[in-house]
């Protein structure tokens, strides 16, 4: 669903993340995090369920083994903390970090066709991800597939610690 054929209210306006535990991040990274942030800001569609009142604002942050988001309205009203627990994404956050070293280092050295077989197992890790945030979120927010990949980007992004 592209930006104009939805509801202005369903729509995320501002991202922040939780800064507090990142110690440094590779120029990639950090270059992955703004991408994400600025594509979700550019085109998303987020709607908490049952409630009207957005257009929304969201923090992301890791809290307890947790990631929890932060969603308030863009009004500055009262915002609702969202705990989802980490455990069911371990596994794919680790491989998905194991493609990417792959694929950054492939990039200086391989072929082109190494390259796009690594690439597409890490779309694939990407997709897999997303799809799992969705399904986690579950009946409290409703995201579509391109906000989910940006999220999970920002979820990868928020487990490196420096």
């Known amino acids: 669903m592209s930006q104009s ?5 369903k729509r995320i306006v501002e991202l922040t993340l939780d800064e507090r535990t990142v110690v440094r991040r590779s120029p990639e990274i950090e270059h992955e995090r703004a991408v994400a942030i600025f594509d979700i ?5 987020f709607e908490v369920v049952g409630d009207e009142s ?7 942050m890791i809290e307890e083994n947790r990631l929890v988001l932060e969603i308030g309205t863009s009004d500055r009203g009262a915002s ?3 705990p989802l627990a980490l455990n069911p994404f371990r596994r794919i956050v680790k491989d998905y970090f194991t493609v990417c ?6 990039i200086k050295r391989a072929t082109p066709g190494q390259i796009e077989a690594i ?4 779309r694939g890790l990407h997709d897999e991800g997303a799809e799992l945030l969705r399904q986690r979120l579950g009946d409290k927010v409703v995201i579509d597939k391109s906000t989910a990949r940006r999220l ?8 490196i610690r420096g």
């Open 152 to 159: 999970f980007t920002l979820l990868c992004v928020l487990h």
């Open 5 to 9: 054929d939805s509801d202005p209210r």
């Open 54 to 60: 957005g257009p929304y604002r969201v923090h992301l």
């Open 119 to 122: 690439d597409m197992g890490r």
């Open 41 to 45: 800001l550019e085109e998303n569609c």
């Open 101 to 106: 070293e792959s694929y950054y280092a492939a």
């Open 80 to 82: 609702t903390r969202l």
